[in-house]
């Protein structure tokens, strides 16, 4: 019997093809470049986003409430803030959410205090300052309610009247289900209670992906666009996908790019990218969502096309976890 008719008896004829798939499965993987490093900042239009703590608007009962006072330092001197400010020109950011959430069970969002945030404006002068604002739905956020969606509206008009300077808010509600007609007209009524000029910016949701099916995390195409309709900008939160692998993730960043940039009305676009670190949890592995491989996914959705007009950067989520290491890699790989 030659070896050729002997590998198609049994048990050859199962094993050497499953000792193919073994041996091509990996190397498949290995010699597989989802992403692309890009380091000439081709991609860095310098009009970056990103999402900073509640420290840096927070009135002094924020601060009790939550056991922090010995940190009022960190956020109220003038130190503290210019070297905030020279941090994010640096690193061409231009869009800040400062955390001012959860809203009340009532409807108010929380209060800010009036001297820390008018120091944040003189000193971000050139920055398009937004509170971000929201909550869990369900919980503080019930905007189903029609007197809770009244009272948190007025909350918002009273802060931009106070500090005029501010260029409008920044909307996040988690989790929120694709499809919800009740946001929408949330949507519909904030934004037709601000004043001209300015802007509703919106933590959306990406795509749905085979890694996490749930629709409360992941809006599909007509929703995403019956969201960007009613917005001036979305920063579409690309993280908390469940993706195991490094090279995964890269590929569902390049897709995902290309598509919320198709599926954004011609709204203004920030991509977000993880820098934080919840170990432990099913829905975040901080070795595969990362800068680098968020990174390298959006230089090859980007790389695909000619940049579109409704592009306008990347937003980091989020400052109070973002090192060095993580600044470092920033400068070398994405800014200009």
């Given at each position: 019997m030659n070896l050729l008719t002997k590998l198609k008896q049994p048990p050859w004829r199962t094993i050497v093809p499953s000792a193919c798939v073994v041996l091509i499965v990996p190397v498949g993987y290995a010699v597989w470049s989802p992403g692309l490093d890009v380091r000439d900042g081709r991609h860095d239009l310098g009009r970056n986003g990103i999402w900073i703590s509640h420290g840096w608007l927070g009135d002094d009962s924020w601060f009790t409430r939550n056991g922090k006072t010995n940190e009022l330092a960190?956020?109220?001197t003038k130190e503290s803030i210019?070297?905030?400010?020279?941090?994010?020109?640096?690193h061409h950011i231009t869009?800040?959410?400062p955390h001012l959430c959860p809203a009340d069970i009532e409807g108010p969002i929380p209060a800010v205090d009036r001297t820390q945030t008018e120091a944040l404006l003189d000193e971000l002068t050139g920055f398009r300052v937004m509170p971000w604002i929201g909550g869990p739905n369900g919980g503080s956020a019930r905007y189903r309610n029609d007197q809770w969606r009244e009272r948190f509206i007025a909350s918002v008009k009273q802060l931009l009247n106070d500090h005029p300077r501010l260029a409008g808010v920044h909307l996040n509600i988690e989790p929120l289900t694709s499809g919800d007609a009740d946001f929408l007209k949330l949507l519909d009524e904030l934004k037709a209670s601000l004043s001209l000029g300015k802007l509703l910016s919106i933590a959306a949701y990406p795509p749905p992906t085979r890694w996490q099916p749930s629709e409360e995390v992941h809006w599909d195409e007509t929703y995403f666009?019956?969201?960007?309709?009613?917005?001036?900008q979305v920063a579409v939160m690309m993280y908390d996908t469940s993706v195991p692998?490094?090279?995964?993730?890269?590929?569902?960043?390049?897709?995902?790019?290309?598509?919320?940039?198709?599926?954004?009305?011609?709204?203004?676009?920030?991509l977000g990218v993880p820098t934080y670190s919840d170990a432990g949890v099913d829905y975040h592995h901080p070795r595969?969502?990362?800068?680098?491989?968020?990174?390298?996914?959006?230089?090859?959705?980007?790389?695909?096309?000619?940049?579109?007009s409704n592009y306008q950067g990347v937003a980091i989520y989020c400052e109070w976890e973002t090192d060095d290491f993580e600044w470092k890699y920033f400068r070398q790989n994405f800014r200009k």
């Open positions: 960190r956020y109220r210019r070297s905030l400010a020279a941090k994010l020109r640096e869009d800040v959410f666009r019956d969201v960007a309709r009613r917005c001036d692998f490094p090279k995964v993730y890269q590929n569902l960043m390049a897709a995902w790019t290309s598509e919320v940039l198709a599926w954004s009305e011609g709204k203004q676009v920030l595969v969502e990362n800068l680098r491989n968020g990174l390298l996914g959006i230089h090859r959705g980007l790389s695909r096309q000619t940049l579109p």
